[in-house]
């Protein structure tokens, strides 16, 4: 999957986080956050987080990474839902002769 999405195929809210996202391959994107966010993680241990917030009020560490967690579960239900939807449309179901 290449290339960048273009306005009208996202909410305008998203704007600054697609412009955040380097490159136009969808697929590396992903990988290279997977790799970014596993070393991130990775580093930390239970004692040196406990507790602690980015922010004096916000979420501790673990509470972001369980949101993150969270989303990914979201993103990858969405994208099944699409998948199956495409896969049942009348569209898809016709053959060439």
Request: charged share 25%; proline share 6%; glycine share 8%.
């Amino acid at each position: 999957m290449s290339g960048r999405p273009q306005p009208g195929e996202y909410a305008p809210y998203a704007q600054a986080d697609i412009d955040f996202v380097p490159g136009d391959d969808a697929i590396e994107a992903l990988r290279a956050a997977s790799r970014e966010t596993i070393a991130l993680f990775s580093a930390l241990d239970e004692t040196s987080i406990a507790g602690r917030t980015y922010a004096p009020g916000k979420w501790t560490v673990k509470q972001v990474a369980g949101h993150l967690a969270d989303d990914e579960r979201i993103f990858a239900y969405r994208m099944l839902c699409g998948a199956a939807t495409r896969a049942s449309s009348p569209a898809s179901t016709r053959t060439s002769t």
